[in-house]
């Protein structure tokens, strides 16, 4: 990953995150203070916002990474932060989807269920990015570019035994 990559990914998932719990608490957790309010909180509506306008900015950034990063580190087999990076992987789909269907839903049960899911999973895989990096730390080629986790060199050698 590139540096650039790197801030984009942290620094949006840090916002989607924190917007996100924040909201969650204020809509489930506090009361409001006029019986009549249809909010909770006067930021509530802006913490929504927030979360709103940077999901699609961390949606991008793990876009920008999925073949150059998730992709070959999947098919490498590299042992070096497998774990962390698919539980990372593998829950943000759902996330994603979670997240279209809670601005959809009308249902109360199914925004219920949609909500809970939604939070536990941005959880997950906001907290599997940090144990992702510091999995890697320290192990990461030191070379400007793209392409860290693979070794050209063994990647060459598979290429060449096959033609042969």
Not at 79 to 97: D, N, Y
Not at 109 to 120: E, K, N, Q, R, V
Not at 126 to 143: D, F, N, Q, S, T
Request: charged share 15%; with cysteine.
């Amino acid at each position: 990953m590139t540096r650039f990559q790197r801030r984009l990914l942290y620094s949006s998932t840090l916002i989607a995150t924190a917007s996100g719990t924040i909201y969650f608490i204020m809509k489930r957790f506090m009361t409001p203070v006029d019986t009549w309010a249809v909010i909770n909180h006067p930021l509530e509506p802006w913490a929504l916002k927030l979360h709103v306008l940077s999901a699609p900015v961390m949606l991008f950034a793990v876009g920008l990474i999925t073949t150059q990063h998730i992709w070959r580190s999947m098919r490498s087999r590299l042992p070096t932060g497998r774990g962390s990076g698919m539980i990372a992987a593998v829950t943000f789909m759902p996330l994603v989807l979670s997240g279209y269907l809670l601005q959809t839903s009308t249902s109360t049960t199914a925004l219920d269920i949609l909500s809970w899911g939604h939070l536990a999973l941005g959880l997950i895989c906001a907290a599997a990015l940090p144990a992702h990096r510091i999995a890697v730390k320290g192990r990461r080629r030191k070379r400007s570019g793209a392409l860290p986790v693979l070794s050209l060199e063994a990647h060459k050698t598979k290429v060449l035994d096959q033609e042969q």
